[in-house]
């Protein structure tokens, strides 16, 4: 597969590590009151869907950049590509 | 006499001999011959015997679709068995044999398996291997093996090596026949980076294997000169000997070049590469194969492809047979027959399975009539037509009609599609993204029609990627007559041969279609159709017109099986690569590796890391002698270990504190400056992963280290928190397992020593006491780092200085060391302090480990919110009667305990039922005298003082041990603190 | 222990012809990495440049010439590598940017092999996954070759920087010379 990394163009899949479902960015307030129930859905629930899927990709033998990409499970066809700290800043994750 | 159906025309280069042995038989061939030539040249038919019922074959074909001609080359390590002859091109000094025979090839035992065919028909196995049980193993398996398979390994190690590679394009040409090289030459001339591959040494295809003319020249000249244009071209890069064996994901396409195949001895170079080309665009123009028509015998060697037979004839300039018979139902045959004709053979006769075909002068043609039956001996000799005609022929050339070379195509689940027109499956519209196809594998199967589509095709491809096309008016080429009529299958008794590889008959598909196997996919699995190293390149079509025509429904709606990589075999040694011996993976080395060396260390492998496991003396006999005095004299005195290894990550920012305070579940944010602290990582789910310690050198900046095993892992998913969880904390992160060569110093006398070697800092304890830390430097101003940090439980420092003083540094270490009798220990003695002191390690953080099993569940702040916190507080992971981890000695204090041993309760039954836990490390404690132990165990911290089994069947051991704390020795910690 | 002093040790010290080609360690070089701080940008450009002459380099490139070169390593952090004898890079580093930036020093933790000669672009295709026939000079990126790390950067038509863990700088020059063995 080619991953057509934001900042550097088109790279083999081999210099990346797939993690899963770009979900994990949504990580829940360990503080807040309903922790527990947050934390289940966020560790144990993913979608598995035959299509497409946006999921976390590191670019660990290159920049190190954490990607969000958006790939069709069924044809690996490749729609996007973003920066996933760019994802997560507009999912108003912020410090 | 030496090659007796050579024929004076050709593209061998005839001023050179070529010597070969063939079964010990000296003979000769010429540059430009394949194997499969070369025999044709010297009388030899009879090459193969077949797979299954060990009957006499010949080369069918001339090229990779070969199912018969399959041969052993080279010998002794070399050896390669189930070479097709067809590809294989001959030099000087090759040895060649037959193969899967006992005995002679012409005398083969186990041709006696071609009487028993009426038993082994398809599915004889599944009907056959079934009772009884007990013979499975002991009769049936033996007796398989003993049969099935080809060619023979030599059964021993691979002497040749292999390469892997990259290569970027703008457009791959797959196939350098007359459209792939008119594309190249398109889209060469249009500036665009070209790779040209062909699987054949000889570029252009069926040009060099007809009489075509293209641009008022003979095919194989104009193919010459297009290569010569091409060659000169610096975007161009033409891979003669390469097969493009698969299509992958976003344009990738996986090509085997056979670089060093064709020579007698590799030059110290790679034998084959295993390229992976990145393209933009793929342009397939992969030909077409040709197929045959079953009828009753049409096995025997010297019935071959009519194109081969016009291949073998026109390129390398041999004559198949004397008399050869030309079956057709299209009009190849007949171009067949004028070939023969022209280069002075005896055509026996042409039987066309069509009516109403016009006269060739001197020639005996039969219309609307086949081949009922082939007679013969170890080769065919006469044919017998359905009309009752009898004709000698020493050989047949069969003209089934053709199929694209579409397996490209289907690389990506694409489906062909059918076309009543040609009788053959087209590629389908769903191809793999990026690739088109063009001249005869889409279905343009004559010449000019051919040239027409690669060039158009290769404009719009070009314009695509933003190329300007030359728009070069194509060279003049005809299209030869191409009309076919659909013949398949010349219906009789006796067994027509669909198959030859697999030596499946038409009889079997019909067998099939009878017994329910009605699908193409259960087929192919039930007769073995289509399977084995051809992939049934000759057959698929055919066995699938047979099975429409025994189910009485079209050839479409019975279906067709799809091709998947490789196209053509490729050896597991290629895939290798140079992943191989102590290629296999990088090997990491310390600082002090070399010192180590010259010390006569014995080396362990941790991940990829050589660490020094033990150091033995003179006179020592066993590890053991040599591990036991590295303890004790650490103890004693002090100890140096290499642990470099341990993973270095600097971090800095002005949220750098807050961050650590988030990824360890124990707080950080107010770690002092100049201080270490030990922190423990969870993962999200609330199970420990990691532990290390981490010190503060500024406000901003902090140094982190984690276990060997997991560095890379706590990296990566220290960016995950940074990039994804908290985007806008100001932290930076990088690595520096490799910059510092650190070592620990450990021991009653570590102060002394390294006071004599760090410049200028009080390492009094009051001035460094335990967990401090700071920046200074050693032996007169090299920079380093000091920590008192201690994992033997001794008195303890790691000092790291820049790699590049690693080296130098554990020799003045030990230079320093030698009045106090400094000893260097390796990670044997390392292990056996951690155990005596009652640290965990890999052997505890099992994946399955939480904070509260380890006694350290208060250690989780409950104060903030941290990776893993939350669910590390789930009821379960933390109930009061879980697994805790505790220490063991054994109740005879002489038993040896084990790891892996289960704890029973004494008087319970040893079951899963009444598991209370397990050993997970045991030493020899060179201070108590005795064997020891940590270990799970249910309840552990209140069963302090009782007597449990450790119950090891695997080991066939049962050992009382007696609970105690996991501290074997100084549980106060008062030496690491003194 | 005055009498005592430490030496520093290149990594392997490779200097290894192959036909026309050469493998050299530089170990003359050092290597200091600079975090951008959030928000730091600006200041991080204005730094470099008073400090080194250099443009911050874009991605996939260098600023810089000859032996002294900023190249981009992630989307906030570059590398600077220049001629520099002794172990304190880092503190030089740190001083010429005025604290614009956190440094750390990386010239231990890489080995830098200078390749060079005629047959460099054909070894580096048994090598390297990336289309380094198509970098322009001073280009540099990362990625992976024989299952290691690695930092390329193009220093001429046949010459390029490439570098590599030092612990596993036996394996990667083995990997680097085998390659040219294989074509020349």
Redo the contacts between chains.
Sequence with gaps: ??INHP??????A??F?Y?GDAG??G?????ADN??DA??D???LRDNPAGEHRE?W?H???????LVITRNTL????TRVE???D???TQG??? | MTQPNRLPSGLTDRSRMLNFTWNGRALQGHPGDTLAAALLANGERFVARSFKYHRPRGVFSAGPEEPSALVQLRNGAAQEPNTRATVAELFDGLVATSQNHRGSLEGDLLALNDWLAPFLSAGFYYKTFMWPKRFWETVYEPFIRASAGLGRLSMEPDPDHYDHGYLHCDLLVIGAGPAGLTAALEAGRAGARVILADEDFLPGGRLNAETHEVGGMAGSGWAAQAVAELAAMDNVRLMTRTTVYGAFDHGIYGALERATDHLAGSGGKPRQVLWRLYTRRALLTAGATERSVAFRNNDRPGVMLAGAVRTYVNRFGVAPGQRVAVLTNNDDGWRTATDLQAAGIHVSALIDTRAGTPDIPGLRIETNAAVRRTRGRRGIGQITLTNGAVIDADCLAVAGGWSPNLHLTCHQRGRPEWRDDLAAFVPGRDLPPGMSVAGAANGALTLHAAMKEAQEKTVTLLQEMGFEPTGAVLPKASDEPASITPFWHVKGKGRAWVDLQNDVTAKDIYQSQREAFRSVELLKRYTTLGMATDQGKTANVLGLAILAEAAGQPIPDTGTTIFRPPYTPVPIGAFAGRARGKDFRPVRLTPSHKWAQEQGATFVETGMWMRAQWFARPGEKGWRDSVDREVQMTRKSVGICDVTTLGKIDIQGRDAAEFLNRVYANGFAKLPVGKVRYGIMLREDGICYDDGTTARLTETHFVMTTTTANAVVVFRNLEFARQCLWPDLDVHLISTTDGWAQFAVAGPNSRALLSKVVDDLDLSNEAFPFMACSECTVFGGTPARLFRISFSGELAYEIAVPARFGDSMIRALMEVGREFDAVPYGTEALGVMRIEKGHFAGNELTGQTTAAMLGIGMMVSSKKDSIGATLSRREEMSRDDDLRLVGFHPVDKSSELNAGAHFLTRGDPADMAHDQGWMTSVAWSPELGHSIGMGFLKRGKERMGETVRAYDPVRGKDTLVTVTSAHHIDPEGARQRG | MADIRLSAAPVLGADIAIGDNRIVERDDLALVSVATPQGGDDAIAAALQSGFGLPVPGPVQSSGQGDMRAVRTTADQMMLIFPHATPDAEPHVRQALSGAGYTTDQTDVWMVLEISGPDTLAALERLCPLDVAGFADGAAARTVMEHMGALILRLGPDRFWLMSASSSAGSFCHAVELSYRNVA
């Excluded at chain 1, 900042?7 to 083999?12: E, Q």
């Excluded at chain 1, 990580?27 to 503080?31: K, L």
């Excluded at chain 1, 660990?60 to 954490?66: I, P, T, V």
């Design positions: 597969m080619i900042l550097l163009g088109p790279r083999d081999a210099e590590v993690l994990l960015i990580r829940p307030d360990g503080m922790a527990a934390f289940h966020y560790t144990y976390l590191y660990e033998q290159g920049d190190r950049s954490w044809t690996h066809d490749i920066l996933a700290r994802v997560a800043r994750r912020s410090r």
